[in-house]
């Protein structure tokens, strides 16, 4: 029992940590471009994970192919996130961000026929109705940048079903090591065509810190804590992550609230929390970054 309220006090950190940083990498991305951002962090990231696995011997060959996969996904979800956050607030990120949660059944769906429970419609609809409030309503186009970031839930939720299924048989630290490494590799081509980064003080600063606690550490303390609360209890924690940002980007941009943005995000928030509860035994897998 101990355990288990440690567990959620660090699953909490883990979240609240996360949605802090929309706003920190937001501020990050005025300076300089998202893919020598991505490296940076997740090179940094990956070194000290695959150092920690390989001291603890848990980087088995067999990590290889699904860390690969995974890290291709997680790849794809971080770029286009960093991308959409460039033309959208931190908060407004978030919440698109996470629908993510509400994605998973119908991953889980298309990719082994598991059957759609009534919740997990209820929790489309909420998030299709919040989605809508959220980008300026019924009439408005959705912009560019929160087109990405939709995307960027899709990739997030195919990893997170995926890695479910990988888990199960590989040691989640060599799994985690052999994804961040691929995602800090995987960003190398494209920040070739970018304008090469000034890294002044508070720049490195960021990644440093966005390197070791929200991916280093987090994850670490994202696979402990799970292993001791239930799944729907670690949805619905994690779920404080984009409340977190909008708090966060809220005091510290001063990011205007809108009637808009409150319904919206109140529905997303709903959505999620709704389409996890039938999930009681089902554990989440892998390590989903957004921020």
Known sequence: MKNHWLAVIVLFLVAGAWGASFTIVKSVLTRIPPEPFIVLRFTIAGIVLLAVALTSRKLPRSALRPGLILGALVFSGYWLQTRGLMSISPSRSAFLT?????????????????????????????????TTLLIGGIDA??????????????????????????????????????????????????????????????????????????????????????SHVTATEAAVILAFEP?????????????????????????????MVISQLPASRRRIAGWTLTG
């Open 98 to 130: 996470g629908l993510y949660v509400v994605m998973v059944p119908f991953c889980d769906r298309l990719l082994y026929a598991k059957r759609i429970g009534a919740r997990a419609w209820i929790g489309c609809v909420l998030a299709a109705a919040g």
């Open 141 to 226: 186009r959705a912009g560019f940048g929160d087109i990405l970031t939709i995307i960027c839930a899709i990739c997030f939720a195919l990893h997170m079903v995926l890695s479910a299924k990988y888990s199960t048989a590989t040691p989640a630290l060599g799994l985690a090591a052999v994804q961040v490494i691929v995602v800090g590799v995987a960003a190398i081509p494209p920040s070739l065509f970018v304008p090469r980064p000034h890294l002044t003080p508070f720049v490195s600063t960021v990644i440093l810190f966005t390197a070791i606690v929200t991916t280093a550490l987090a994850f670490v303390a994202l696979m402990w804590g799970q």
């Open 243 to 271: 409340m977190a940002a909008s708090i966060t980007s809220l005091v510290f941009q001063h990011e205007p609230v809108t009637f808009g943005f409150v319904a919206g995000a109140s529905m997303i928030l709903g959505a």
